[in-house]
């Protein structure tokens, strides 16, 4: 009569699939218990640590030790215009943070809103754009004095 027990600590392993998919799971080897030492007969995998059913890597995918990596988040900053009721633009910067979840997949992307130094917050108070419509101005002629320098662009003030 063989006796077999299933080592006690499951390892980690990542499963790339076909697509380019990456999945952690972990690794339960069966070892045969009837030899002075004991050796491994087979193996299997699962999805989470106490699961007790069995995931069966797909054809065309590969697995190797170690958990997956989860990739660097994605940041990236654009410059947006916040357009009030009156049409006037106020520029800002937009960061978008996309992260990995542990099977590598995106998570929803964070929307943040910041001042031109990317580090004050900035609260738009209309319609946030990534083009302003700009309103045409009549020329100010040839500046003769610096109180023309002081017009107001949204009334002409």
Same mark, same amino acid.
């Given at each position: 009569?063989?006796?077999?027990?299933?080592?006690?600590?499951?390892?980690?392993?990542?499963?790339?699939?076909?697509?380019?998919?990456?999945?952690?799971?972990?690794?339960?080897?069966?070892?045969?218990?009837?030899?002075?030492?004991?050796?491994?007969?087979?193996?299997?995998?699962?999805?989470?640590?106490?699961?007790?059913?069995?995931?069966?890597?797909?054809?065309?995918?590969?697995?190797?030790?170690?958990?997956?990596?989860?990739?660097?988040?994605?940041?990236?900053?654009?410059?947006?215009?916040?357009? %009030?009721?009156?049409? $006037?633009?106020? +520029?800002?910067?937009?960061?978008?943070? /996309?992260? *990995?979840? @542990?099977? #590598?997949?995106?998570?929803?992307?964070?929307?943040?809103?910041?001042?031109?130094?990317?580090?004050?917050?900035?609260?738009?108070?209309?319609?946030?754009? %990534?083009?302003?419509? $700009?309103?045409? +101005?009549?020329?100010?002629?040839?500046? /003769?004095? *610096?109180? @023309?320098? #002081?017009?107001?662009?949204?009334?002409?003030?």
């Amino acid at each position: 009569m063989s006796k077999t027990c299933v080592n006690v600590v499951p390892q980690p392993v990542c499963v790339t699939l076909a697509d380019g998919t990456k999945l952690s799971v972990f690794e339960h080897i069966i070892y045969d218990m009837t030899c002075t030492i004991p050796v491994p007969k087979g193996q299997y995998f699962t999805k989470a640590l106490d699961s007790e059913t069995p995931f069966l890597i797909p054809e065309g995918a590969t697995a190797q030790s170690g958990a997956c990596p989860i990739p660097t988040p994605i940041v990236k900053f654009e410059k947006m215009y916040d357009i %009030d009721k009156e049409g $006037c633009c106020i +520029v800002f910067m937009q960061r978008c943070t /996309t992260g *990995f979840d @542990a099977q #590598c997949k995106p998570l929803p992307p964070i929307i943040e809103n910041f001042e031109m130094d990317k580090d004050t917050v900035y609260v738009p108070v209309g319609i946030i754009s %990534d083009e302003c419509p $700009c309103k045409e +101005v009549e020329s100010l002629g040839t500046v /003769t004095d *610096f109180a @023309a320098l #002081c017009v107001d662009p949204c009334d002409g003030k």
